[in-house]
């Protein structure tokens, strides 16, 4: 049998009951029918909380109250009103069961990861970019679409002007080549350059390795989107503006 008091809190507390419920119904089965003032005193709570955990422990039927000139005296029920409690707990949990289960076997977002290998690979990622018609977000670019791929570059500038797709590009290069007329430019020094570029664009994270050959993964996954667009928007506001942007600004 458990006399800890500190456990037997704990324990009411993962059987429904919050701390100030469970200290209430400790101390009203300690001292037995008593005000709400004289419960706060004991229970060491303010009295508007101790009103509020007598409200719900009323409602969870654990306690109950007769009224004695015109003032509320409160006493615990027989604890074992806590085992017919968990077994209506128990009871409502199975009556919703078939909805719940219901609706874990709901069709749920897809998230897909893909891997590329070779020049053909990475050419997939970037059409897939384009068939996406999202604006596209990339960082760790140092120009290697243009020295790798210089013919398919063209193309794929091409398709991002012609369907009015902006560009926003973090590069740790000063002199890198103009990409689409859409493209703003940010440059944060890097301490090394790295072959690895990521491009975010929709719930898509493209991920490219500019190693001979290369590799590239598209990760589709909203989630994982969107806190990488928020990676990158930091990484946005701490970079400087390139002199191919001030240049268009001007």
């Known amino acids: 049998m458990e006399t800890n008091p500190e456990k037997i809190r704990e324990t009411l507390k993962r059987v429904g009951l919050n701390g100030n419920e469970a200290k209430v119904y400790i101390t009203l089965l300690k001292i037995g029918s008593s005000k709400a003032g004289n419960i706060s005193k004991n229970s060491q709570i303010n009295r508007t ?12 039927g654990l306690i109950n109250y007769v009224v004695k000139e015109n003032r509320k005296w409160f006493e615990a029920n027989d604890p074992k009103r806590l085992l017919e409690y968990l077994k209506e707990k128990e009871e409502d949990v199975e009556n919703i069961l078939p909805a719940l289960n219901k609706m874990q076997s709901m ?4 998230h897909d990861i893909t891997l590329y290998y070779g020049y053909k690979g990475v050419k997939t990622v970037f059409m897939d970019i384009i068939r996406e018609g999202y604006d596209n977000d990339v960082f760790g670019d140092e120009g290697h679409l ?16 012609k369907n009015n797709r902006k560009t926003r590009l973090i590069t740790g290069v000063r002199d890198i080549k103009p990409y689409s007329k859409g493209t703003r430019y940010r440059y944060l020094p890097l301490k090394a350059l790295s072959p690895v570029a990521t491009n975010i664009y929709n719930d ?5 390795i500019w190693t001979d050959p290369p590799e590239a993964i598209i990760i589709k996954n909203k989630e ?21 942007e001030k240049d268009k600004a001007e």
């Open 49 to 60: 909380t101790t009103y509020d955990a007598l409200k719900h422990l009323l409602n969870k």
């Open 224 to 244: 994982a989107a969107d806190s990488y667009k928020n990676y990158f928007e930091f990484l946005w506001k701490a970079g400087k503006k390139m002199d191919a």
């Open 146 to 161: 243009n020295d790798k791929l210089p013919g398919f570059s063209k193309f794929f500038i091409k398709q991002q002007d």
């Open 107 to 110: 069709p749920k977002e897809k």
């Open 204 to 208: 898509k994270i493209a991920i490219i």
